[in-house]
């Protein structure tokens, strides 16, 4: 396979080419144009994937058959001018969580490898009302949790950047996909940091929402008090494009919000001129200190928005340990409520890092995770009100480039991620390519800001990655046969 782009602005009938490293952006201003077919684009993502997959393990279940019918669909829709929105005719893949009708959702786990879902999850219902094609279920960590395990039925998913090397996680097969040009975006799930590492170690974009904001109504839980649902993709604005649809209010999802979304139709172009924006060093300097490379992006970014007019000061807010360890009564105890009983009818099923981050749990008292989800709040009331004082807090999404695939990112004072602490706060966080280590590995850097103004967030991502100039790069993967 070799590498190459698809230019937006080429008048010619595009064909793609068999891995079409387009934008969701891109592909849409194309295909309403009529100069691209969606029957094209998804007969080229589906040979990518057959070309590609058995090397980097993205997905679980590809849906040549339905996808191509609903390609055909979206096409003669489109020529007969009933176009639906921006994701009308666009292939995405979706983290093996999200339940499909009629198609099998495992929860990457041999527990559920026979289980079929009688109706989409709330967001996959939307994202086809919008004309997405699905073209299918994507590797994750087991529950959202497990690590990359080799004691599945499956292998877990590879980075694309470099094959030995780990895509994190859990949306370890969605990120992977995307960078590879197996789709053009994905839904992940983010529990600790579950779509911000990726989205770093795979040089993509990703967006945990505000809590409340996408609903989670149809996908396999592990926290229900920390999981969020978001996109990746290739930049910010194609999360953008996707945030547009899935936002909003559900009833089915208890924890859902009811409240108008951000105006995520607008503009994704915003000035840097004025923002106040909050230097978290405490994190990247001492807790958990970043590597050489990840500190000179940053400070590239940083620089880059100063030159535009943005101011910085610096802020502390709660120590990573504060978060984490409130999260140890969440989420393992929700966790173990979830799947306690299936690891201990028969263990042998599940994953030995699922059991182990799970098992905890069991030792979890209702009123200890009371008390943790009451710190939760003191802290996310901490994050408030450094957010008063500025517009945003910026720092990396992880401390280094991708590790060796089998690392256990997760063990104790192993993690080099500065994630968790906004799940457990519940304030929107994003993860953007800004720049890539001496091996070529992608860096990220981490935006978060204030409750409900994702919107602004996606601005900032865009103009960081516009400024860093890192999304005309792509890794390159040989197929099985080349």
Same mark, same amino acid.
């Given at each position: 396979m070799v590498d190459g782009n698809l230019a937006a602005s080429d008048t010619t009938q595009i064909m793609p080419a068999s891995r079409p490293f387009l934008t969701i952006a891109e592909a849409s201003r194309l295909i309403e144009s009529k100069k691209l077919s969606p029957v094209?684009?998804?007969?080229?993502?589906?040979?990518?994937?057959?070309?590609?997959?058995?090397?980097?393990?993205?997905?679980?279940?590809?849906?040549?058959? !339905?996808?191509?019918?609903?390609?055909?669909?979206?096409?003669?829709?489109?020529?007969?001018?009933?176009?639906?929105?921006? &994701?009308? +005719?666009?292939?995405?893949?979706?983290?093996? &969580?999200?339940?499909?009708?009629?198609?099998?959702?495992?929860?990457?786990?041999?527990?559920?490898?026979?289980?079929?879902?009688?109706? $989409?999850?709330?967001?996959?219902?939307? &994202?086809?009302?919008?004309?997405?094609?699905?073209? +299918?279920?994507?590797?994750?960590?087991?529950? +959202?949790? +497990?690590?990359?395990?080799?004691?599945? @039925?499956?292998?877990?998913?590879r980075n694309p950047w470099n094959l030995e090397r780990d895509p994190a996680g859990s949306s370890s097969g969605t990120a992977a996909a995307i960078a590879a040009g197996l789709c053009l975006a994905g839904l992940g799930t983010d529990t600790g940091g579950s779509i911000r590492g990726p989205a770093a170690w795979c040089g993509l974009a990703g967006i945990k929402p505000s809590f409340g904001l996408v609903s989670k109504a149809g996908v396999m839980p592990l926290s229900d008090t920390l999981d969020h649902m978001g996109p990746l993709a290739w930049t910010a604005e194609d999360c953008r494009l996707i945030m547009q649809v899935i936002a909003g209010y559900d009833p089915a999802d208890p924890k859902s919000i009811d409240r108008a979304p951000p105006d995520f139709s607008a503009s994704i172009e915003r000035t840097a001129r004025g923002?106040?924006?909050?230097?978290?060093?405490?994190?990247?300097?001492?807790?958990?200190?970043?590597?050489? @490379?990840?500190?000179?992006?940053? $400070?590239?970014?940083?620089?880059?928005?100063?030159?535009?007019?943005?101011?910085?000061?610096?802020?502390?807010?709660?120590?990573?340990?504060?978060?984490?360890?409130?999260?140890?009564?969440?989420?393992?105890?929700e966790g173990w409520k979830n799947y306690g009983a299936l690891i201990e009818a028969n263990p042998a099923q599940f994953a030995a890092r699922t059991r182990t981050r799970l098992e905890p749990g069991k030792a979890v008292t209702l009123e200890a995770h009371r008390a943790g989800v009451a710190e939760k709040e003191r802290l996310a009331a901490r994050v408030d009100d450094a957010l008063e004082a500025v517009g945003f807090l910026?720092?990396?999404?992880?401390?280094?480039?991708?590790?060796?695939?089998?690392? $256990? !990112? &997760?063990? @104790?004072?192993?993690?080099?991620?500065?994630?968790?602490?906004?799940?457990?706060?519940?304030? @929107?966080?994003? !993860?953007?390519?800004?720049?890539?280590?001496?091996?070529d590995l992608p860096i990220g850097i981490q935006i978060v800001g204030r409750r409900w103004q994702d919107d602004r967030v996606l601005a900032l991502g865009h103009f960081l990655e516009r400024a860093a100039g890192t999304r005309s790069r792509r890794p390159v993967v040989a197929s099985e046969s080349g």
């Open positions: 094209e684009l998804t007969a080229a993502m589906l040979a990518a994937i057959a070309a590609l997959n058995g090397r980097l393990h993205a997905y679980l279940v590809v849906l040549e058959e !339905s996808a191509m019918a609903a390609a055909k669909t979206a096409e003669t829709e489109i020529m007969a001018g009933r176009i639906r929105g921006p &994701l009308h +005719g666009i292939p995405v893949g979706l983290k093996d &969580l999200f339940d499909t009708a009629a198609v099998k959702t495992t929860g990457n786990s041999a527990a559920f490898r026979d289980r079929v879902p009688s109706a $989409d999850a709330t967001i996959v219902a939307k &994202l086809k009302a919008a004309g997405a094609i699905i073209l +299918g279920k994507q590797t994750a960590w087991e529950f +959202g949790i +497990g690590g990359a395990s080799t004691d599945l @039925p499956w292998p877990p998913a923002l106040k924006i909050g230097l978290v060093r405490d994190y990247y300097e001492k807790q958990i200190v970043a590597t050489t @490379p990840v500190r000179r992006a940053f $400070d590239e970014s940083v620089a880059a928005l100063k030159t535009a007019g943005a101011e910085f000061v610096d802020v502390s807010i709660p120590p990573l340990a504060a978060f984490a360890d409130a999260g140890s009564k969440i989420s393992p105890y910026l720092l990396p999404t992880s401390s280094e480039g991708a590790r060796a695939l089998g690392d $256990d !990112s &997760l063990a @104790p004072g192993r993690s080099p991620f500065y994630n968790r602490s906004f799940n457990l706060s519940g304030h @929107p966080a994003m !993860s953007v390519c800004n720049g890539f280590t001496p091996d």
